[in-house]
């Protein structure tokens, strides 16, 4: 069977094992896959670094992200950042940061399942792209799609644990509060910044500990990421 311009677009983009190949072809695909096309100004793909072992994924791109192309740039993700920050880790620079659907949902709404299901290819490729060591799941909407083996949990209950998923045979994961929540509710930055303790034990303890960013925010020349 002859595929079609866009099936041969879709296959370069779900086949290929460059990273910057794959974020580029996705943003140029101007993908119509679900119905959020309609509302984005562009494909949020990710930010940061795709060679750490560190991934963070929420849910969808918001306002600012859809505006800048890039994903957690508003106020909740300026708040992880600070919280990142208090533990050493330099989100822009020792993470990558995707979201469950790459284009924004209208008001902000989560992602319906049929939509996360369609997008979702996408991720799972980045994923495997990027290989890990850790995966932070951010708030449930991550949670429950891309571990649709949890099944019937609560938030309160889940943030903070580290478990493995049969559908991540080689990361490990952890869940943690999305950081638009703590923006709605101040009280969760506290246990927040305990599980952002244990996470800090354990890449020390595993050697996934990146360097500690440089004082000033800017980036140091010629750093070295840990070994995969
Ligand atoms: S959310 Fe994903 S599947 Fe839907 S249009 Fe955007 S890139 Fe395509």
Known sequence: MQLDFFDTTHNTILTTQSYDRFKRELIESNCTRCDLHKGRTQIVVDRGNSKSNIMLIGEGPGENEDKQGKAFVGRAGQLMDELFLEIGIDTSRDTLIANIVKCR????????????????????????????????????????????????????????????????????????????????????????????????????????????PVANGSRSAGISFPTR
């Open 105 to 212: 949902p209208p008001e902000n709404r989560a992602p319906h399942q049929e939509e996360a299901k369609t997008c979702m290819v996408f991720l799972k490729h980045q994923i495997s792209l990027v290989r890990p060591k850790i995966i932070l799941l951010l708030g449930a909407t991550a949670l429950k799609y891309l571990v649709p083996s949890k099944t019937k949990f609560s938030m309160n209950d889940e943030a903070g644990k580290f478990f493995t998923a049969p559908e991540f045979s080689e990361t490990l994961l952890m869940v943690l509060y999305h950081p638009a929540y703590l923006l709605y509710d101040a009280r969760k930055k506290t246990p927040m910044r305990e599980h952002l303790l244990s996470l800090r034990e354990l890449l020390k303890q595993n050697d996934w500990l990146p360097p500690p």
